[in-house]
DNA sequence: TAATAAATTTAGACTAATCTAAAAATAGAA
DNA sequence: TTCTATTTTTAGATTAGTCTAAATTTATTA
């Protein structure tokens, strides 16, 4: 068994190697993680002599596969709980991740299955993230970033890269939420803003690090 | 901001002060919380610093009305969160304490009123312990130890002391839940066990030590 | 390729929470 | 009331997780 510390080091490796497919290195989990370098070094030996990382000084992690059954069951954890908060206790999806930090780690053979039932096995998370299935299987959706679209093409936002509480609320303020639909007006070269068409009403205007975090379906 | 540990502390003096009607001995704390007399002497002093306790060396603890505060609002989460597992998630009432004991730690400033809500503010946990409402206000319920009711006399089961898993799976076996009906038809001084009638059906003898367990109402 | 910069690991220290063993204080019995 | 048993506290160690500073290794650049 494992401490919620140790959990959350396995899920900071598991982002940083899906992210840039390859080895996760010290530096890069100690900024994931926002702690010392040499806490992060400490650890990793600690992980590896439990089985759950292969680890070589000086040449990053990566987890075995018990560390990634372990990591993907986190994040089953993580989206269901923001899943019922905000379908069952009705809170807004800019609230729910810190409470999903904790809830993640909640220790017991069968829960998240019961959730997951009683959730009606929900496929995505309150924002737009996949949810594995008890045997770590994601749902694959083809989504690409918002600054892929081209002038004049449109689509479905189905999905956002950050889930910061601020980044959320600014979206609301857009009025831009899971479903939306968008249609791009205008591409400024000058700094990579674009102006959208949403829902075939109102027009805005948002920044080109806004459409990064954007994923939308054609 | 409190630890889990500390949370914990809290819980047991609360739990030892309400049963003994006095100051938590450090023996008393240490055989609840199954940790040396060592460690709780030392626990004690940190509590008090943080203004959770009155204490007084040699003389035992006491909450102070912070800590008195903080430990109903976990005995409110850890009923609320029982009630939640057992009528959402379909987990029998042997099953949800230990899952409790985690949940009641999830720190939210707002998780366990909307948790309230959507379970319609139920007065009661799945062993019919009183859940405080958010102002730490118990329903106080009229109930009786088996043990006081005469022969002939009848009542309603509705609260357990002991909520081990063993004892309540016990329970189960004998046909005994909250709201079943019980008759005393013979209380046997040798030994002080009673033969029962239960929902005025089937006859069944229970021992001295689980009348004790049970509370029932006239 | 040699020097320098950056990344990583090691060394040593700190805190929370725990323990065992020893010392001190309180309570109970003669 | 004095001795003894029990309870409680203190002393000293240990482990997980963290830090800063120093040493080491790897990468980059001249
Ligand atoms: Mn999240
Ligand atoms: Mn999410
Ligand atoms: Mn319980
Ligand atoms: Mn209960």
């Not at 530096?27 to 992980?47: G, H, K």
């Not at 070269?189 to 975090?213: A, H, M, P, R, W």
């Amino acid at each position: 068994m494992l401490s919620s510390t140790e959990e959350n080091y396995l899920k900071a490796i598991y982002k940083i190697s899906e992210r840039d497919n390859k080895a996760a290195s010290t530096n890069a989990i100690s900024s994931e993680m926002s702690t010392s370098a040499a806490s992060v070094s400490d650890m990793l030996q600690r992980l590896s002599s439990k089985g759950m990382t292969h680890y070589e000084k000086y040449k990053g992690v990566t987890l075995t596969e018990q560390g990634n059954r372990i990591a993907t069951n986190l994040i089953r954890k993580h989206r269901l709980w923001e899943v019922f908060l905000v379908e069952k206790l009705n809170f807004t999806w800019d609230e729910v991740h810190d409470m999903a930090e904790q809830l993640e780690h909640i220790q017991s053979p069968d829960l998240v299955n019961r959730l997951d039932q009683f959730l009606e096995y929900p496929k995505f998370d309150p924002h737009g993230d996949p949810i594995p299935d008890a045997d770590g299987n994601f749902t694959h959706r083809r989504q690409i970033e918002l600054t892929n679209l081209t002038t004049k093409e449109s689509g479905t936002l189905v999905g956002v890269q950050e889930d910061s509480s601020t980044f959320l609320k600014y979206l609301d303020q857009m009025g831009l939420s899971l479903g939306t639909e968008l249609k791009v007006l205008e591409k400024f070269e000058f700094d990579g803003s674009v102006k959208l068409l949403v829902n075939n009403k109102e027009q805005i205007t948002i920044s080109n690090k806004v459409c990064k975090n954007l994923f939308v379906k054609k």
